[in-house]
């Protein structure tokens, strides 16, 4: 089996991939349901950002900015696996053309390009972390022994090579769904001229030739699964204005008269026509997916929609919930910490950034798609995946960071204040009593300006 696909592959939590997150991912779960080998990538540091880590150290904000940079002056170094290759070879921030024609190569003319622009400042925090991020995980996951003989190769070559009986895939997220929930954007439809646009011509264009790529892998790949993707109003970064999720939900089907990114780089509303304007699109772009596999027998969609669906406990007061040591698991948008007062738990099946599973949340993934494998190939896994046991290895669910609900508050104030997530630092002191935890959090905010898709 081998996996390709984007960060809801990857592992990612709260912005964050390791090691400990990469053993935990969807496919990671469903390998060792399965019972069978699956080479997970070995990370031996984070992978430039640390997000849960500098709010458990909050507010020694200087503490988290060194750690930062260690992180990048780390993966500079070009670490190397104790594993020739990786059957995980999901990169976040990937889009469907990255599956095609992106390589380690790639990565690493983008790091040198980079390196020049950035000059001395290339090892300190920097508005390019995020491609320092995609492009450090890219280079790690698709060459893992650091040899520049190593044939460059894009993710769904090395399918081709290796030739799995199985593939796993989970794509398209960074063509749309991250701008429609992280940033609350309101789409123009499918097939828009416009670059910045979800779902644009161009990404048409790129997961049509990504279907056709899919359908050329040799034919000892028996099964490809792929991943439907969960509509934007299910994120929990898009939550109601006022937050009345907890009293007045609009049931099945249902959307709030306005929406709000309550964590991103910007801050934006959508309308209820704008949110179900943005999950019809996603649901077109979903059946585009399924027409275009229909002529191959051995693609399957996994209805991941449907199931995160079935989690909608923010709009449904009857959707699925899981309670464990006292806490309701739902896919609301976190609540935990208290760095000034306690505050009640709520959420926990997506990690803070609102935008990736927690564990848990994977879990719930893993199960759905083993659902699928058990239904085409008629296995029936050795050791079932086990929610609890997921809640009780996820860490941010077991110990959430103490400062996340002032930072939270914080954050949201200031972006609804500005519009907009630029220049916080400075703005926070101006709009807010000048205190330690204030002048903090606003260190902090500007560790998170850069795009993590």
Do not use: C
Not at 124 to 144: I, K, S, V, Y
Not at 222 to 228: L, P, V
Not at 360 to 389: C, F, S, T
Request: proline share 7%; aromatic share 10%; no cysteine.
């Amino acid at each position: 089996m081998m996996a390709i696909g984007d960060s809801l592959f990857n592992g990612v939590r709260s912005l964050t991939i390791n090691q400990q997150l990469a053993q935990w991912s969807a496919p990671a779960q469903i390998a060792r349901a399965l019972g069978e080998p699956f080479a997970i990538p070995d990370y031996p540091r984070n992978v430039v950002i640390n997000f849960e880590q500098w709010l458990h150290d909050f507010p020694f904000v200087t503490t988290s900015l060194q750690d930062l940079e260690q992180n990048i002056r780390y993966w500079d170094t070009q670490p190397r696996s104790a594993l020739t290759d990786f059957d995980n070879i999901a990169i976040a921030s990937a889009r469907y053309e990255h599956l095609y024609n992106w390589t380690w190569d790639d990565a690493q003319i983008d790091l040198d390009e980079i390196r020049v622009a950035l000059g001395n400042q290339f090892h300190e925090p920097n508005a390019r972390l995020g491609d320092l991020f995609f492009d450090f995980n890219t280079r790690f996951l698709l060459n893992p022994t650091g040899d520049p003989a190593t044939p460059k190769r894009s993710p769904l070559q090395i399918v081709a090579d290796r030739k799995p009986k199985r593939l796993l895939v989970s794509i398209g997220h960074n063509n749309g769904v991250w701008e429609m929930g992280f940033g609350a954007k309101a789409s123009s439809g499918l097939g828009g001229v416009s670059d910045d646009q979800p779902f644009n011509a161009g990404d048409v264009q790129q997961l049509a030739r990504f279907v056709q790529e899919l359908k050329a892998l040799p034919a000892e790949v028996k099964h490809i699964y792929i991943n439907a993707m969960p509509l934007p109003s299910d994120v929990a970064d898009l939550m109601p204005v006022p937050d009345t999720s907890d009293t007045h939900k609009p049931g099945p089907g249902g959307y709030y008269p306005v929406y709000e990114n309550s964590l991103g780089f910007n801050y934006a509303n959508l309308t209820a026509a704008q949110a179900k304007a943005n999950d019809d699109l996603v649901r077109q772009v979903n059946a585009m997916v399924a027409q275009e596999a229909a002529t191959e027998a051995r693609i399957h969609i996994v209805p991941i929609d449907q199931a995160f669906q079935d989690w909608n406990f923010k709009a449904d007061p009857n959707a699925k919930t899981v309670t464990f040591d006292g806490k309701v698991i739902s896919n609301l948008m976190i609540q935990a910490g208290g760095l000034i007062l306690p505050l009640g738990w709520r959420g926990g099946l997506m990690g803070l950034d609102g935008m990736h599973p927690s564990i848990l949340g994977y879990a719930v993934m893993a199960q759905e798609i083993l659902k699928a494998i058990q239904a085409h190939e008629g296995l029936n896994p050795v050791a079932p995946i086990d929610l609890y046991r997921a809640y009780l290895a996820d860490s941010l669910l077991q110990r959430p960071p103490s400062a996340w609900g002032a930072f939270f508050v914080t954050q949201l104030e200031v972006r609804r204040l500005t519009q907009r997530a630029p220049d916080l630092e400075q703005l926070a002191a101006g709009l807010m009593p000048t205190t330690s935890l204030h002048q903090s959090i606003a260190q902090l905010v500007p560790m998170l300006r850069f795009r993590l898709d």
